[in-house]
């Protein structure tokens, strides 16, 4: 049996993730911080005997014993990681710089979470993984943009100079059931001002686009990403069915039977106005295409929120 490793494994997308692998019959170590994750994701597993977790900062290192990396430990919500910037880039600097020294000592495959967000406010639509991006090395947004850059550049150069087995997943905007209340990012605002009754805070006019991957979908490219004998990437995962930010409101509206103004707000600085991957790479190489269209995933999500929001 593998001994995987999960850091940022209590958030959205790690809870997922290690859910899916113990259902693998896996052995799993999650590490976090629990900045943006929480206990509660992990929780039902915890009288399991393949199922460990440490609270532990990326940023130190730390000695194990495991077989592969899946290296998810950052905040993703713009908010969430422009609260501390300088910690963001430690996070995905050293963070990074640890995890790829165990992979090194241990002789693990390590994959790292990297972003979109690398592409910055792209001149090209739909984006594919060869265009090298138009991001703002100053800005707002870089802390988490040339952070996830640089993590990428570290892993390439530790595969290049030490051997490491690693691979690079780009994961464009992922949605579902455990993306916390206060995250900030869209579908969770739209879903909790939906239900409670409050405005649809639109940004900017509301017609710049993403594309929204359900979380089962992404969990499983991960899988298949780490488990590709001979494909490092990088790698775009993400479901192209692009929408205005206007259409995703009313989609949330319509499924979650709303009846909430829309109140439109500035846009924020360097916020992108088109985003669709690309994926040819990854049906060709993984075999791999998402299935949940955002009229199915929502549905999910929205009663996600519903049970945390009327809990009593
Ligand atoms: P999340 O904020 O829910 O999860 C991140 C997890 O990492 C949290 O549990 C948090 O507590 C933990 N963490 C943060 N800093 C840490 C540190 N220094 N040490 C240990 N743990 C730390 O976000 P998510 O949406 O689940 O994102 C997971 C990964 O996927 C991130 O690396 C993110 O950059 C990447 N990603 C996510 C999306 C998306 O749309 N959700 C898009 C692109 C990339
Ligand atoms: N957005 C919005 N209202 C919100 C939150 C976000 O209109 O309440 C917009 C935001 O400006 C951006 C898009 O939705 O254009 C996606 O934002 P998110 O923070 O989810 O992700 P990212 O910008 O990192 O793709």
């Not at 990297?114 to 947004?141: A, C, F, K, M």
């Not at 595969?159 to 087995?165: G, I, M, P, Y």
């Not at 969990?219 to 205005?244: K, Q, R, W, Y």
């Not at 439109?264 to 360097?270: E, M, S, T, V, W």
Request: glycine residues 8%; charged residues 20%.
């Amino acid at each position: 049996m593998q001994r995987i490793l999960v850091t940022g494994g209590a958030g959205f997308i790690g809870s997922h993730l290690v859910d899916a692998l113990l259902e693998r019959g896996q052995e799993v170590l999650c590490l976090d911080n629990f900045f943006t994750g929480s206990k509660s994701n992990v929780a039902r597993h915890l009288g399991n005997p393949r199922f460990e977790v440490v609270r532990h900062d990326v940023v130190e290192p730390i000695l194990l014993e495991v077989d592969q990396i899946y290296n998810l430990a950052c905040p993703a919500s713009p908010v969430h990681y422009q609260y501390n910037p300088v910690k963001t880039v430690k996070t995905n600097v050293l963070g990074t710089l640890n995890m790829l020294g165990l992979a090194k000592r241990v002789g693990a495959r390590i994959l790292q979470a990297s972003t979109s967000e690398v592409y910055g406010d792209p001149e090209v639509h739909p984006q594919t993984e060869d265009y090298w991006g138009n991001v703002n090395p100053i800005g707002l947004r870089s802390c988490y943009d040339e952070g996830k850059r640089l993590a990428e550049t570290l892993m390439m150069d530790y595969h290049r100079s030490n051997e490491v087995d690693v691979r690079i997943v780009r994961i464009f905007n992922t949605y579902g059931p455990r993306m916390a209340v206060n995250d900030g990012r869209v579908v969770s605002n739209f879903a909790v001002q939906a239900l409670r009754g409050e405005p649809i805070t639109i940004y900017g006019d509301g017609t710049q686009t993403r594309s929204f991957c359900y979380v089962d979908d992404l969990v499983a490219g991960l899988i298949a990403m780490m488990e590709s004998e001979d494909f490092i990437g990088p790698v775009n995962l993400g479901n192209p069915s692009e929408f205005t930010m206007l259409e995703l409101a009313e989609k949330v509206m319509k499924f979650s039977g709303s009846q909430s103004p829309l109140e439109f707000k500035p846009l924020p600085p360097d916020d992108p106005t088109q985003r669709r991957p690309d994926i040819s790479l990854a049906r060709e190489k993984l075999a791999w295409n998402p299935a949940v269209e955002l009229e199915q995933g929502l549905a999910p999500t929205l009663d996600y929120f519903r049970s945390v929001l009327f809990r009593d």
